[in-house]
């Protein structure tokens, strides 16, 4: 999402004015906002979650929002339109929480916990959880992510061919770059699965691959913003599937 709404969670603080000693002044200064509210409504031409899509090759309609406290702790959800079938129903909502903050210069950590709902699903189990954690930097002019998520043993994650529970590990690298003097900020993103969230797992039984996505993003007017990526994944190319494609999505962020 996980582009996605991972990228989102990070929390943002209201700039306010410091108390002055003088009465006259104390009374216009405003403090640091403790809660802060954060959200986005975006349209994307495919909702593609690890480079498998979610929406069969069609275009989804997205939106979150982010409650976050001062101290760096944050709840919220975020949810998708969706095609993938009935056990799934139409609709991904997902709920989390969590904590991020500076934890040595320059370097940020972001711990939390997901959980995948699909309120509209029918015929059997569907929902899971996923713990998730990554740290992030500045190296020069790009800022570096590196991260992982682990969903345990769940009646969600079955075992397509025994029927069992199965686990998944996701673990992913992100890298962008705004370009001087320019609204553009180019961006690459490679990312490893191994479990039954693997692109290919349900069409050859391949319970690794590797995901991976280049693109560009940018802000047209106001709270408006554009991006581009050419998006690809390791295994067979399934038709509106697991097909390397363009993705363009046009997000309003509040």
Same mark, same amino acid.
């Given at each position: 999402?996980?582009?996605?709404?991972?990228?989102?969670?990070? $929390?943002?603080?209201?700039?306010?004015?410091?108390?002055?000693?003088?009465?006259?002044?104390?009374?216009?200064?405003?403090?640091?906002?403790?809660?802060?509210?954060?959200?986005?409504?975006?349209?994307?031409?495919?909702?593609?979650?690890?480079?498998?899509?979610?929406?069969?090759?069609?275009?989804?309609?997205?939106?979150?929002?982010?409650?976050?406290?001062?101290?760096?702790?944050?709840?919220?959800?975020?949810?998708?339109?969706?095609?993938?079938?009935?056990?799934?129903?139409?609709?991904?909502?997902?709920?989390?929480?969590?904590?991020?903050?500076?934890?040595?210069?320059?370097?940020?950590?972001?711990?939390?916990?997901?959980?995948? $709902?699909?309120?509209?699903?029918?015929?059997?189990?569907?929902?899971?959880?996923?713990?998730?954690?990554?740290?992030?930097?500045?190296?020069?002019?790009?800022?570096?992510?590196?991260?992982?998520?682990?969903?345990?043993?769940?009646?969600?994650?079955?075992?397509?061919?025994?029927?069992?529970?199965?686990?998944?590990?996701?673990?992913?690298?992100?890298?962008?770059?705004?370009?001087?003097?320019?609204?553009?900020?180019?961006?690459?993103?490679?990312?490893?699965?191994?479990?039954?969230?693997?692109?290919?797992?349900?069409?050859?039984?391949?319970?690794?691959?590797?995901?991976?996505?280049?693109?560009?993003?940018?802000?047209?007017?106001?709270?408006?913003?554009?991006?581009?990526?050419?998006?690809?994944?390791?295994?067979?190319?399934?038709?509106?599937?697991?097909?390397?494609?363009?993705?363009?999505?046009?997000?309003?962020?509040?």
């Amino acid at each position: 999402m996980l582009l996605s709404v991972r990228g989102a969670i990070a $929390a943002t603080l209201l700039a306010g004015t410091a108390l002055s000693a003088a009465p006259a002044f104390a009374q216009d200064a405003e403090a640091p906002a403790e809660i802060t509210v954060t959200g986005s409504a975006a349209v994307t031409s495919d909702y593609r979650f690890r480079g498998v899509s979610q929406s069969g090759g069609d275009i989804a309609i997205q939106g979150g929002i982010t409650v976050s406290h001062a101290s760096g702790f944050y709840v919220g959800t975020w949810g998708s339109s969706i095609d993938l079938g009935s056990l799934y129903g139409s609709t991904e909502l997902d709920l989390f929480g969590g904590w991020t903050g500076e934890v040595s210069s320059g370097l940020t950590a972001d711990v939390g916990l997901l959980y995948y $709902a699909y309120p509209n699903g029918s015929g059997g189990d569907s929902e899971f959880f996923e713990p998730y954690a990554s740290v992030s930097g500045q190296a020069g002019p790009a800022k570096i992510k590196v991260g992982a998520t682990y969903a345990w043993k769940q009646s969600a994650l079955p075992n397509f061919y025994d029927g069992g529970k199965d686990d998944n590990l996701y673990i992913y690298s992100n890298v962008d770059v705004a370009i001087p003097n320019t609204p553009l900020t180019v961006s690459g993103h490679v990312g490893y699965t191994d479990g039954v969230l693997a692109p290919c797992y349900y069409c050859n039984a391949d319970k690794t691959g590797v995901d991976w996505s280049i693109g560009a993003s940018g802000t047209i007017y106001g709270p408006l913003s554009l991006s581009v990526s050419y998006i690809g994944v390791t295994g067979p190319s399934v038709d509106s599937y697991t097909d390397d494609t363009v993705v363009a999505t046009l997000t309003a962020s509040f």
